[in-house]
């Protein structure tokens, strides 16, 4: 079973708005990453979190902020976004880095 | 700066057609390699990986590696319009400190016509 699942699939929020996305995997992955989809580009790192601690963020602005309540989920905390903040945010998850990484669904997020 | 490149397309072949796609990089130090499709709207779907130079065959798809000539491609045979979608070539340098990143190419679009 190679599994990611990311919730809400959909999500509209203002820009005073404070949202959260969630992702989760049961594969006992070790490594897990957000990603950034813009239409018709590949997908850009976010974060990436090893062992359940932050091991690189890529220099993402500050409204947005990660969090790895255990090593199974992955959460990404939205706040006072901006229109051009709109993409597909892409979960992922690996054994260990270099490894597969395997994508879930996506959020579609849309900020108004 | 790591590159890795693809043809954008769009690629159209007919069904029942070999496709091929190709993806060269820059990294010399590049280990692991990766094929994702993406269908319009969805997520990436891993569909090959591949570590050491060669061949290797799953089903419809082929992926064959050359590290001398930093140089991956995907074959798939028999195409399908199902197979219709973005490609994906993903690589990752697996030294330096940079192990956990994928370098995703810009994508190949794939139209297989019936």
């Known amino acids: 079973d190679t599994e990611v699942t990311q919730t809400p699939k959909h999500l509209v929020m203002g820009m005073t708005n404070k949202k959260s996305l969630k992702c989760e995997q049961h594969?006992?992955?070790?490594?897990m990453y957000w990603y950034k989809q813009k239409a018709k580009k590949p997908p850009e790192l976010m974060f990436v979190?090893?062992?359940?601690?932050?091991?690189i963020n890529e220099s993402v602005p500050s409204r947005f902020s990660p969090e790895c309540p255990n090593s199974s989920l992955l959460n990404l905390h939205l706040h006072a976004l901006q229109p051009e903040d709109s993409a597909l945010y892409l979960c992922?998850?690996?054994?260990?880095?270099?490894?597969?990484?395997?994508f879930g669904p996506g959020t579609r997020l849309t900020v108004t | 700066q790591k590159e890795v490149e693809q043809n954008s397309g769009p690629l159209s072949v007919p069904e029942g057609a070999i496709a091929s796609l190709n993806c060269t990089y820059s990294?010399?130090?590049?280990?692991?390699f990766f094929w994702y499709r993406q269908y319009s709207g969805k997520s990436p779907e891993l569909i090959m990986s591949?570590?050491?130079?060669g061949d290797k065959e799953d089903g419809r798809f082929t992926a064959q590696l050359n590290k001398a000539s930093q140089y991956v491609s995907l074959l798939i045979r028999d195409s399908q319009p199902s197979d219709s979608a973005t490609y994906l070539c993903?690589?990752?340098?697996?030294?330096?400190?940079?192990?956990?990143?994928?370098?995703f190419g810009k994508g190949t679009l794939l139209t297989v016509n019936p």
């Open positions: 992922a998850s690996s054994q260990q880095f270099s490894y597969e990484q395997y």
């Open positions: 594969m006992g992955h070790r490594a």
């Open positions: 979190y090893s062992y359940e601690k932050l091991s």
């Open positions: 990294d010399r130090g590049s280990q692991s």
């Open positions: 591949i570590y050491s130079n």
């Open positions: 993903a690589v990752n340098l697996d030294s330096g400190g940079s192990n956990y990143k994928l370098t």
